[in-house]
């Protein structure tokens, strides 16, 4: 298959390394990583280590026949803009946050796939990126239900040894893997710690507050996502990442923009009931990226 994957950061050049085992790659994503991956390829170290070679450039290529879109929740609306004149047969986007699969699909001609992604990565040095832990990607229609093109981009990824779900009820997954990020991402930048940090009385933290006012705004969108089941998804991911630095805590150390409108903010946008823990989050990040603005 020939795979364009968009975003050729930690968790972009990774997949993309992966799925170079297999198929025609090319990595679109900045200077100086592309330029190393394009002359010297690019090197996988840690949980498996090995080299590949896939194509590496910034601009996208004209055609493929899946675009794997890997980039920041905020570059999205752009991403669909430049995928437009690429001739595609399916798009899959890995990413944090909600509404990335919608501005997608309102642009490009092709279906649009939801997926959620566990592998661990971080990009080291331009050309290099690790692998820190071994996951699983979660792929299918983006409003539920069967569907041929999951099933083939499916086995695309396993056959590249990805462990790899088709889903039919990926709404779910993505209202789920929302309320974990809304319970873990803001505190931790917030609070400068690693995930692990959450772990103690997780039941009684801002954390916790806030995936349960994530559960409740699913509900009210027909999602059938309990308070219990998700402040249990919270703590498992906290347990299971405990020494990882969130994507937020991340973002907010290396002085860039967050997720923050994709992920919290998004919970506060499609809230009818109030949600004061997700809104105070909210704000005090966008708080800190006015600052880092100006
Ligand atoms: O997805 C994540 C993120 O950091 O964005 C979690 C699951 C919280 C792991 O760090």
Not at 118 to 142: C, H, M, Q
């Amino acid at each position: 298959m020939d795979i364009v994957v968009v975003g050729a950061g930690s968790l972009g050049s990774l997949v993309g390394g992966l799925l170079a085992r297999e198929h025609d790659v090319t990595l679109v994503g900045r200077e100086p990583h592309v330029g190393t991956v394009a002359e010297s390829g690019l090197s996988v170290v840690g949980t498996e280590q090995f080299r590949v070679h896939p194509n590496a450039q910034t601009t996208v290529p004209v055609s493929a026949d899946l675009a794997v879109v890997t980039v920041k929740a905020y570059d999205t609306a752009a991403v669909a803009t430049d995928l437009a004149d690429c001739t595609l047969d399916a798009c899959l986007s890995l990413q944090n946050g909600m509404g990335n699969e919608a501005q997608l699909a309102a642009t490009l001609d092709c279906p649009v796939l939801a997926g959620t992604c566990s592998y661990g990565a971080n990009l080291r040095e331009p050309g290099t990126v690790a692998f820190t832990g071994r996951g699983e990607i979660v792929l299918g229609d983006r409003n539920g239900g069967r569907s041929a093109v999951a099933d083939d981009v499916g086995a695309a990824f396993r056959a590249a040894g990805i462990e790899t779900t088709v889903a039919t009820d990926m709404p779910t997954r993505l209202w789920e893997k929302l309320a974990v990020n809304a319970g873990i991402n803001a505190v931790t930048a917030l609070a400068r710690v690693e995930n692990g940090a959450l772990v103690d009385s997780l039941a009684d933290t801002i954390a916790a507050d806030a995936a349960r006012e994530t559960a409740a705004v699913a509900r009210k969108q027909g999602i059938a996502l309990s308070d219990e089941r998700a402040v249990s998804l919270v703590e498992r991911v906290v347990r299971e990442t405990a020494a990882n630095h969130s994507s937020m805590l991340q973002d907010v150390s290396a002085g860039q923009q967050t997720e923050i409108d994709a992920i919290n903010g998004y919970v506060v946008g499609t809230a009818t009931e109030p949600v004061p823990v997700n809104e105070t989050l909210t704000r005090l990040v966008r708080t800190w990226e006015r600052h880092r603005e100006g």
